[in-house]
C-alpha cells in the first residue's frame, strides 16, 4: 500500500496522480536500482503523458451548426403539412435553449457563472411559456415563472458558495445538504398553491428532515480540525 508524498492520502497501484492535490504518483521500482560499484545512477525512466487540448469554441460551433438541420428539416415538414408553424416551434425552442444553456458559454472568454445562470433561467422560462401557449394553458405565470425564478435564485446562491474559497468543503456540502431541502419545499409550496390555491405540504418535509440533521453533522465534523482532515482525504475533497 502506498501514500501520497505530498498529502498523505492513500493510493491504489494503478492511480497515476493523487486525487486529492493531483501530485504525480512516481514508483520507485520503475526506476531501476542504484549500481554503488559504479556510483552512477541508471537512466530513469518516465511514462510521457501526452495532453490533448480541445477548442470548446470550434466544438460549439460545429454543433451549432448541425443543429440548423433538424431545425430545417422540422419546420419545412411542418409548413408543408399544415401551411403553419405549430409542431415545429416545440423543437425550434427545445433546440434554442439547449443551445443557450450548454453551447453559448463556450463562444465567452471571460465566463460570468451568474450572467449563464440569469440567462439560462430566463431560456427556460421562455421555453415553457411558448408550451403553454401552444397547449392553450394558463400555467406559465402562475407555474412556470415561480419554478423558473426559485431555481435561478437557488442556483445562484450555490454557486456563490461554491466560489468563496475562505469555506472549507464540508462547509459547502452541509449547506449545499440543506439548502437542497429547502428548495425541495419551496418547490412543494409552489405547486401546492398552483393546484390547490393554498399551501399544503405533503412530501417536502420528508426531504427536508434528513438533509437538515446530515448539515447539521457535517457542521460538527467541520468543526473538529482533525476529523475533518482525515475525513477530507478519505472522500477525495
Not at 537512466?43 to 487540448?53: G, L, P, Q, R
Request: charged residues 15%; positive net charge.
Amino acid at each position: 500500500m502506498s501514500y501520497c508524498v505530498n498529502c498523505g492520502v492513500e493510493l491504489t497501484e494503478s492511480q497515476k496522480r493523487c486525487p486529492l492535490c493531483d501530485t504525480p504518483v512516481l514508483n520507485p521500482k520503475t526506476f531501476g536500482k542504484y549500481d554503488c560499484s559504479l556510483g552512477v545512477e541508471p537512466k530513469k525512466s518516465m511514462e510521457t503523458i501526452h495532453t490533448v487540448k480541445v477548442d470548446f469554441k470550434l466544438l460549439a460551433t460545429v454543433i451549432s451548426v448541425l443543429l440548423i438541420i433538424p431545425v430545417a428539416i422540422s419546420v419545412i415538414c411542418n409548413l408543408a403539412d399544415s401551411g403553419k408553424l405549430t409542431w415545429s416551434l416545440y423543437v425550434l425552442g427545445a433546440i434554442t435553449l439547449f443551445f443557450v444553456t450548454a453551447l453559448l458559454p463556450a463562444f465567452f472568454t471571460k465566463k460570468n457563472p451568474y450572467l449563464f445562470i440569469l440567462t439560462d433561467t430566463a431560456a427556460a422560462f421562455l421555453y415553457l411559456w411558448l408550451i403553454c401557449s401552444l397547449c392553450d394553458g394558463n400555467w406559465a405565470f402562475t407555474l412556470a415563472l415561480p419554478l423558473c425564478i426559485i431555481t435561478g435564485i437557488f442556483a445562484l446562491f450555490f454557486t456563490l458558495v461554491l466560489r468563496t474559497k475562505p469555506l472549507s468543503k464540508l462547509l459547502k456540502l452541509s449547506i449545499f445538504t440543506l439548502f437542497s431541502g429547502l428548495y425541495t419545499m419551496a418547490t412543494e409550496v409552489v405547486i401546492s398553491d398552483f393546484i390547490h390555491g393554498r399551501i399544503v405540504l405533503h412530501w417536502s418535509h420528508l426531504v427536508l428532515i434528513p438533509c437538515a440533521a446530515v448539515s447539521v453533522v457535517l457542521l460538527i465534523l467541520n468543526s473538529h480540525k482533525k476529523l475533518k482532515n482525515e475525513l477530507e482525504k478519505k472522500l477525495f475533497m
